[in-house]
C-alpha cells in the first residue's frame, strides 16, 4: 500500500508526550510517521511532528483529542 500524502497531526518539543501519543495512535492501528527537526546541537532542542496518512487524520484528531481530555 502507497501512502500519497502524510499530513503533520501533532508537534512537540516534549519526547515523552509525543512517545505517549505515538503509542496511542499505534494502538488504535493509525500509521505513524515520526519527523524530527534539530533546531540546535542538542537534543532538547528538537521539534517531533506526528504525521499520518492524510486519509487517517480525522480519525487521528479524534484520538488526541479524546486523550488530551482524559488528562
Not at 34 to 43: A, P
Not at 46 to 58: A, F, R, S
Not at 62 to 69: K, N, R
Amino acid at each position: 500500500m502507497e501512502i500519497d500524502m502524510w499530513t503533520v497531526v501533532f508537534v512537540s518539543q516534549d519526547k515523552s508526550k509525543i512517545d505517549k501519543i505515538l503509542k496511542l495512535l499505534e494502538e488504535n492501528k493509525i500509521m505513524t510517521m515520526l519527523k524530527t527537526s534539530s533546531e540546535g546541537d542538542f537534543e532538547v532542542d528538537n521539534t517531533y511532528e506526528i504525521l499520518v496518512p492524510q486519509t487517517e487524520l480525522e480519525t487521528a484528531q479524534a484520538v488526541i483529542f479524546d486523550f488530551e481530555l482524559e488528562k
